[in-house]
């Protein structure tokens, strides 16, 4: 099963497939006696097969039955956010029949408009999602008769292509609280608590003010472009990043003599960690996107106040930082992204206003960037030699 791309010949756009998916409990139901099945919404994207799944189990069956599993549970958790899903499956859905629900969202901006037509869907998406399917409907049709199967939620995302991390939603807290563990300890190793509160409100504010910005930007912009293309959508975000990347520049320009360099970094990383604590309290499925970037980031910090620590491995320390936000953020970003995109002829379906998230995920990734990368912070040593304090 190759990765989809979209056709030369055809415009890079899909969309939901032509028929209603059939209930996937179907092929269980031969047994006698049946395997009792769980409900699954099942969301595959056109890029990757994504997969919006919701209990351990059925996390389980799906990573076992198709070749490239693809499954994040912001996506579960943003459904039951807005209340769930509200496709063709929803009928079904609703009356409590078990089944699997299909759905492409990359390159949506003829989502559910007049534009939406099947010469418009890719050929190898649509064969992709057909080998999951068939995946699928022979693993649940080969299942033993057995009980009840485990209905815990679980916390899940992709490293990768191939590999799916997955833990039970029960974790999603004990992570957060050790995660503050960490940051406190570094702080308290810097002893610059005013600073680094300092940075943790400008940070805030970049991340605030880049989304209103961002907000107003494409509102305008949507309503000049409704019928923007895949290429076309993307550049526009570009350039919304380019925005972000510039606010925050100008804020640190003005604030980083007042804060430092390591109380700056910790501030970063402290908002990174309160919206982790914050998701994993009211929205676990989300916590993931936050809490490992601060975890790492927290260790990070640790170590360079220790007295071995030394600047020559800043840049070795900055690549698994930057590089698990990148990993984890990116699929968030395109997904809020796509679903903030304007729905000529549909405005029911239409939420521009969510564009505020992807670019506050973008700014957090901005100032994650510009602390331990392009302005990393010294090891601390020196603590010992000048214990400068600001909680005198």
Request: hydrophobic share 50%.
């Amino acid at each position: 099963m190759k990765r989809p791309n979209h056709a030369s010949s055809r415009p890079p756009v899909d969309h939901e497939p032509l028929s209603p998916p059939a209930p996937g409990g179907g092929p269980a139901q031969r047994h006698t006696p049946p395997v009792k099945l769980h409900r699954v919404d099942l969301f595959l994207l056109s890029l990757n097969p994504w997969a919006l799944l919701k209990t351990t189990w059925v996390i389980d069956q799906y990573i076992e039955a198709v070749s490239y599993p693809a499954a994040f549970s912001f996506l579960t958790t943003t459904a039951d956010l807005i209340g769930g899903s509200n496709s063709d499956f929803a009928t079904f859905r609703d009356q409590g029949i078990a089944g699997v629900e299909f759905a492409y969202l990359r390159g949506s901006p003829i989502y559910h408009t007049p534009a939406d037509t099947p010469e418009r869907v890719s050929l190898r998406s649509l064969q992709q999602q057909g080998a999951n399917a068939l995946d699928l409907t022979r693993h649940f049709g080969n299942l033993e008769p057995g009980p009840s199967r485990d209905d815990s939620n679980a916390v899940f995302f992709n490293v990768g292509r191939f590999h799916v991390v997955r833990y039970p939603i029960t974790w999603a807290l004990p992570i957060a609280l050790v995660t503050g563990v960490v940051l406190a300890a570094a702080g308290w190793r810097q002893r610059a608590w005013r600073r680094i509160l300092r940075s943790v409100a400008v940070t805030a504010a970049m991340m605030m003010g880049s989304a209103a910005a961002a907000a107003g930007v494409w509102t305008v912009l949507a309503g000049r472009r409704g019928r923007m293309g895949v290429a076309e959508s993307y550049l526009y975000l570009a350039g919304l990043l380019v925005l972000a990347v510039a606010i925050g520049l100008a804020m640190a320009r003005v604030t980083r003599r007042q804060v430092g360099d390591e109380p700056d970094a910790t501030g970063v990383v402290i908002v990174w960690w309160a919206l982790g604590l914050l998701t994993a309290i009211v929205a676990p499925g989300m916590s993931y996107l936050f809490v490992w970037p601060a975890l790492v980031g927290g260790v990070a910090l640790l170590w360079q106040t220790w007295p071995a620590a030394n600047r020559r491995w800043q840049p070795i320390l900055s690549v698994p930082v930057v590089g698990t936000a990148l990993v984890l953020l990116v699929p968030a970003i395109d997904t809020f992204y796509q679903l903030a995109q304007p729905r000529p002829g549909n405005p029911d379906s239409e939420i521009l206003f969510l564009i505020a998230i992807p670019i506050m995920l973008l700014a957090l990734l901005v100032e994650l960037f510009r602390v331990f990368w392009v302005s990393p912070t010294k090891p601390l040593c020196s603590v010992r030699q000048a214990p400068t304090s600001d909680m005198r």
